[in-house]
């Protein structure tokens, strides 16, 4: 079994910051693709920014240039970095991975969401 677990969410001001971090525990053999989606009320989820092992990134075109995704491979961690935040940011972000674990199955894992509110 894989765990995936998040923090960092909160509230902020039109225009502010948050860094959003995830860490991922449990049989790990290896992480693929690691990334977050948001879902904000009476919406689909969204994949906002996506990371490869190689630190290849995609983000959505609605926060190129002020979100930023990385990760630490050693910690099996991704984070994002939310800077000039909007009232359209706000939304329940979710962690992913791609896991694959030491009996070499593949997981898809999500962790439980953290609230991101940006609201004056």
């Known amino acids: 079994q894989v765990q995936l677990v998040e923090s960092g969410g909160g509230s902020v001001q039109p225009g502010g910051s948050l860094r959003l971090s995830c860490a991922a525990s449990?049989?790990?053999?290896?992480?693929?693709?690691m990334g977050w989606y948001r879902q904000a009320p009476g919406k689909q989820r969204e994949s906002v920014a996506i990371?490869?092992?190689?630190?290849?990134?995609n983000y959505a075109d609605s926060v190129k240039g002020r979100f930023t995704i990385s990760r630490d491979n050693a910690k099996n961690t991704v984070y994002l970095q939310m800077i000039s935040l909007k009232p359209e940011d706000t939304a329940v972000y979710y962690c992913?991975?791609?896991?694959?674990?030491?009996?070499?199955?593949?997981?898809?894992?999500w962790g439980q969401g953290t609230q991101v509110t940006v609201s004056s």
């Open positions: 990371i490869t092992s190689g630190g290849s990134t």
């Open positions: 992913y991975a791609d896991v694959r674990s030491r009996d070499l199955r593949r997981w898809d894992s």
């Open positions: 449990g049989s790990i053999f290896s992480i693929n693709v």
